[in-house]
């Protein structure tokens, strides 16, 4: 069995830094397109939306779904100090199940017949709600835990 490798806290602080600028570069990127899909569902104008205004949504959102897996799999990937196991054990979880619910919108959009599948959309965008949530405060207690 392979020795566990630990690492210091603030290289641990350092490096969760990292993937939570991606994910936030990410997510501001992809904020204009969720407003432009939205108000579409609010005003019913989904339908109506310039083809390649949706399949550009449509991309965007993939596009966001790539970074927060890729965010996943390093937060996954990464060595925490001793004491913050417990801590990063269940921010890890939370993450996961955050890049899943990215998916499952992403997912939602039909670009072949320029519709949204909205149950699958709504609950995802709560589910993205709450997980973000736990997320911030999970990563706040294992920053003030850290240093």
Same mark, same amino acid.
């Given at each position: ?29 992809? &904020? ?10 609010? %005003? $019913? +104008?989904?339908? *109506? !939306?310039? =083809? ?47 890049? &899943? ?10 670009? %072949? $017949? +320029?519709?949204? *599948? !909205?149950? =699958? ?27």
């Amino acid at each position: 069995m392979a020795k566990m490798k630990f690492v210091s806290p603030q290289q641990y602080a350092t490096n969760l830094g990292q993937v939570i600028q991606s994910t936030e570069d990410a997510g501001n990127k992809v &904020a204009p397109f969720f407003e432009k899909l939205d108000d579409a569902i609010k %005003a $019913d +104008q989904v339908a *109506d !939306m310039p =083809k390649a205004d949706f399949q550009e949504i449509s991309v965007e959102f993939d596009e966001a779904v790539a970074v927060y897996k890729d965010a996943s799999a390093k937060i996954n990937a990464m060595a925490a100090p001793v004491r913050l196991m417990g801590l990063h054990q269940s921010m890890k979880k939370t993450f996961t199940e955050y890049a &899943a619910a990215t998916e499952a919108m992403a997912e939602s959009l039909n670009v %072949a $017949d +320029q519709s949204i *599948d !909205m149950d =699958k959309f709504k609950q995802s965008e709560a589910d993205q709600d709450s997980l973000m949530e736990k997320f911030l405060v999970q990563v706040r207690r294992i920053l003030t835990t850290a240093m």
